[in-house]
Nanobody, 125 residues
């Protein structure tokens, strides 16, 4: 049984930082591309960032370029998202997901097979 568990969300003031973590079990972690998505109330789920199996290729949506860093530790089956200079518009539920294929140009929820329950990020102004 595959389990995907996010952690690290919380309430932070604008300009602050958070580090999200995602631990995966039940699959061969280094065979999967991993991604972070977010969903704000009333909006569709959108891709934030993704990383290839061995971590040498990454993709960032415009909202995260220059302020978010995705990384993975395959020895620990863990994915990370370091978020800096946060703004209120970054407020959302953040989800971790696993995909068997890697798309370096965009992120579509339909391409990801396994999902966590999400961790809430709230940025106050």
């Amino acid at each position: 049984q595959v389990q995907v568990v996010e952690s690290g969300g919380g309430l932070v003031q604008a300009g602050g930082s958070l580090r999200l973590s995602c631990t995966v079990s039940g699959l061969s972690f280094d065979d999967y591309a991993m991604g972070w998505f977010r969903q704000a109330p009333g909006k569709e789920r959108e891709g934030v960032s993704c990383i290839i199996w061995i971590g040498d290729s990454t993709y960032y949506a415009d909202s995260g370029k220059g302020r978010f860093t995705i990384s993975r530790d395959n020895a620990k089956n863990t994915l990370y998202l370091q978020m800096t200079s946060l703004k209120p518009e970054h407020t959302a539920m953040y989800y971790c997901a696993a995909a068997s294929d890697y798309n370096p140009y965009d992120m579509y929820p339909r391409d990801y097979s396994y999902w966590g329950q999400g961790t809430q990020v709230t940025v106050s102004s």
